[in-house]
């Protein structure tokens, strides 16, 4: 008879607490929420702009709540961690080399840095209303 | 600047013990000892009956994975002198069933890796298969990376989708199989596209990343994965439209040098 | 283990990355927007105007759209690393509700 028991160590749901990195996995996920969250922020602007100017200035209104600029600026904060963990990863999923030529790591992060800034600049101008 | 340091080993006797429990043994420290001569210290003179694995002593055999301070890692590539005067524990691989002590039953890993068809296919109409094959350097970057591997489970333990469903097939093995197919000589791509489409294929990861941190060789079984779902993408829209799958020989002129 | 059949996930993980590049890229600046209301730039007629022209309204289909799937698309597998729920049915909230609110905002922009 075999003398064999192997034991198999239980996963509790609370498994990402006990490691850093799965800690920032887990915010990195928890990201989605406010960049969906605020898709239906977006949403409800749209309803508003087709129900016409008077709902788009209480939209408006709305937006400058202080619940609404809470919920914008925590949003910001994850929005941004969700930028930078994107930034960081999605450059292994793209070409690593030209030819022979590897295209150094930090060459194509400083790309994706440069177009945000350039997102970032167009976006607010629009904003400001600047044409 | 030698001392004593505090040693925690995780047990389990299975002929005695219901659960693993933690041993504490003090051992003379020199700041040159590894992890794994820390094991010898009590193996040779607290008990003898301590089971561990290791072979090579330097991190080429894959043997002596365990978790130290909860993070996989080699015990014959990690020193001591990192953690001294602080204790240190020592538990076997995370993920994996116990055996006995420090050791883990690793053959759901060892067979994933085979069932990923690690080694050349090539066609069917090949007329001279046993030819031998040149490779420029740039063909042998493209998957000399992820051929580094020495089967040392690190991965496994560092992965909690693996640990939360074993069925997938995890980072060593997905990384291997990105390995042969990003292989000049290899055209056996589509043999090996129904385990990566499978739900626990690629499809199984959600990049947390945390393998490619442990692994002690440097593969970046992480980027693999992420990029056989691009593989898989083309694949699926392929399939959707009525394509047969690509081969590698269509498409390492269609894909460039990915 | 030979459990090889094909995953959709290739098409909901398509949309999850679209959804994740398009929101790490404007998000963060269009979350400043309401700055904006300083400005001119969030006038009745400017927002309407952009949105009747057919590559604004494309546009902010896809601001509202994709990042849904993105959201749909980590929530679930965030359940899952949880151990909350069944797996269908998760799969069915997450990603229904982001299939509907792709459907009613691409009503909006385009029909109503
Ligand atoms: S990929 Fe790295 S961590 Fe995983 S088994 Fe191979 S060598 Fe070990
Ligand atoms: S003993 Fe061989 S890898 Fe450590």
């Known amino acids: ?131 | 600047m030698n001392g004593t340091i505090v040693i925690e080993v995780q047990r389990y006797r299975p002929e005695q013990d219901p659960h693993p429990w933690w041993q504490a043994f003090e051992l003379d420290y020199r700041p040159e000892m590894s992890v794994l001569d820390a094991l010898h210290q009590i193996r040779d003179r607290h008990d003898s009956g301590l089971a561990y694995r290791w072979s090579c002593r330097m991190a080429i055999c894959g043997s002596c994975g365990l978790m130290v301070d909860g993070v996989p890692r080699l015990g014959c590539k990690t020193f001591l002198r990192d953690y001294y005067p602080d204790r240190i524990r020592l538990g076997p691989l995370a993920h994996f069933p116990i055996e006995r002590d420090l050791i883990v039953d690793l053959r759901d890993f060892l067979d994933k890796l085979a069932a990923v068809k690690p080694y050349l296919i090539r066609a069917a109409q090949d007329e001279r298969p046993s030819e031998p094959r040149r490779q420029t350097p740039a063909q042998l970057a493209r998957f000399l990376p992820f051929a580094q591997c020495i089967s040392c489970g690190l991965c496994y333990a560092a992965c909690p989708e693996y640990g939360l469903n074993n069925r997938f097939f995890g980072p060593a093995a997905l990384a291997l199989l990105h390995r042969y197919n990003r292989d000049s000589r290899d055209q056996g791509r589509a043999e090996r596209l129904p385990t990566m489409n499978a739900e626990d294929g690629v499809w199984g990861c959600t990049f947390v990343g945390y393998c490619s941190q442990v692994c002690p060789k440097g593969v970046d079984p992480a980027a693999a994965i992420n990029q056989g779902k691009i593989v898989s993408v083309i694949d699926y829209v392929r399939h959707l439209v009525g394509l047969s799958p690509a081969t590698l020989g269509q498409d390492a002129t269609q894909e460039g040098e990915r | 283990m030979k459990s090889a059949r094909r995953s959709n996930e290739p098409l909901t993980w398509s949309l999850f990355a679209a959804g994740g590049l398009l929101a790490a890229f404007l998000t963060p600046p269009l979350l400043l927007a309401p700055l904006g209301l300083l400005g001119e730039g969030l006038r009745f007629e400017r927002v309407r105007a952009f949105l009747d022209h057919p590559l604004g309204a494309l546009i902010l289909w896809a601001l509202i759209a994709l990042p849904l799937w993105h959201a749909a698309h980590r929530l679930y597998h965030g359940l899952s690393d949880l151990k909350v729920g069944a797996h269908r049915l998760t799969y069915a909230l997450c990603y229904g509700f982001a299939f509907l609110v792709t459907l009613y905002s691409g009503y909006l922009v385009w029909f109503a």
């Open chain 1, 1 to 131: 008879m075999s003398a064999r028991r192997p034991y198999i160590r239980p996963m509790p749901r609370t498994w990402w607490l006990r490691n850093p990195v799965f800690r920032r996995y887990m915010l990195r996920e928890a990201t989605a929420l406010f960049v969906g969250g605020y898709g239906l922020v977006l949403l409800w602007g749209l309803s508003a702009l087709r129900q016409g100017e008077g709902a788009w200035l209480a939209y408006l209104a709305g937006l400058s709540h202080p619940l609404a600029l809470a919920f914008h600026t925590l949003a910001l904060a994850m929005a941004l961690y969700h930028t930078v963990t994107w930034f960081a990863l999605t450059p292994k999923l793209m070409p690593s080399r030209i030819g022979n030529r590897p295209i150094p790591a930090r060459w194509v992060k400083a790309a994706h840095y440069g177009l945000f800034a350039l997102c970032s600049l167009v976006i607010l101008l629009l904003a400001a209303g600047v044409h």
